[in-house]
């Protein structure tokens, strides 16, 4: 938190007291933009899978460079935040977390990037939250060990929790099930190792279409996106013995363009039977 916040603040001043040519020559030494890539769109190049997946499009999300880029992203958004406007997905990850009325569950969340919805939580809910970030990518949990030195990060596949049964109160599952090619498992692996809640956090859903795979590039990358059918959806989520109990609209995502239907994401609330 430290981390992300002190950042603006220096780059805020630096805008009100620097003049453009000083702060430019500043940027270039100092290195700030480096590996950014503030010119490279978060996501881009989308096109339907037509044919088979290859291995490349299953680990974009681990090279380096896309932890930098992403945790880039975040930091104005984050900022958004503490000055009183959360964006969409921030605003439903902490309503869900408090409609499961839960006092203070542990919570694992798969697909953490750096950990920044640990500080979404903690400052949305207004209360110290008990949480576990684990990602795929031993570049994220590390930028997230570093902005959140007290908060713990684990390294390992939502596909193949390296976590034993019934480990944590809420599964969340952060706006990471659309880039996982093996998603049934990861339903299952959400499942197995909560108490009490899945919630699958912005999910990309369409209608008629069924679920439907994407490849394009995400932070300059190539990865893979899985839009789904949200009856499909949800009759997995059922299969895996979850209940839906509540549903929150998240984050705007219309791929018609390319899919031929309007998308959107939701936030899906599943209790335990
Ligand atoms: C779009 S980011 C989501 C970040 C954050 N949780 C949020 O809700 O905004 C997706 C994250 O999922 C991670 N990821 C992708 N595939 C994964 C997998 N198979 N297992 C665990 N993490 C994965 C990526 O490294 C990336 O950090």
């Known amino acids: 938190m430290v981390f992300t ?3 603006w603040k220096l780059k805020a001043i630096a805008r009100r007291v620097l003049p453009p040519s000083l702060r430019r020559v500043l940027k270039h030494r ?3 933009n480096r590996n950014t890539g503030q010119d490279i769109p978060v996501s881009s190049n989308f096109e339907v899978i037509k044919d088979e997946v290859s291995s490349e499009f299953l680990h974009g ?32 990850v902490a309503k869900a977390v408090q409609m499961t009325a839960l006092k203070n569950p542990l919570i694992v969340e798969v697909g953490c990037g750096s950990g920044w919805n640990f500080e979404v939580l903690t400052h949305l809910l207004k209360r110290p939250v008990r949480y576990i970030g684990l990602d795929y990518s031993f570049a994220m949990t590390g930028l997230g060990k570093r902005c959140y ?9 939502a596909t193949a929790l ?12 952060g706006t990471v099930l659309m880039h996982v090619l093996g998603y049934r498992e990861a339903i299952r ?20 279409r069924s679920t439907t795979l ?12 899985v839009i789904f059918n949200e009856e499909e959806l949800l009759d997995l989520i059922e299969q895996n013995g979850l209940i839906l109990r509540h549903v929150l609209s998240s984050l705007p995502y219309n ?7 309007v998308s959107k994401t939701y936030t899906y609330i599943c209790e335990v039977v």
């Open 5 to 7: 916040s002190t950042s």
């Open 30 to 32: 100092l290195g700030k």
């Open 61 to 92: 999300w681990q090279d380096r460079s896309v932890a930098e880029r992403q945790h880039a992203a975040f930091v104005p958004l984050l900022q958004q935040m503490h000055e009183g406007n959360p964006r969409e997905d921030f605003a439903a």
């Open 149 to 157: 030195p007290n908060t713990q990060f684990v390294v390992g596949d």
């Open 162 to 173: 390296p976590l034993r049964e019934e480990a944590c109160d809420i599964l969340l599952s």
């Open 189 to 208: 692996e959400s499942r197995r190792v909560t108490r009490k809640w899945c919630i699958f956090h912005t999910v990309p859903v369409l209608q008629k």
């Open 214 to 225: 994407l490849r394009k590039s995400a932070y300059g990358q190539p990865v893979i996106e």
């Open 255 to 261: 791929l018609e363009e390319v899919l031929q239907e």
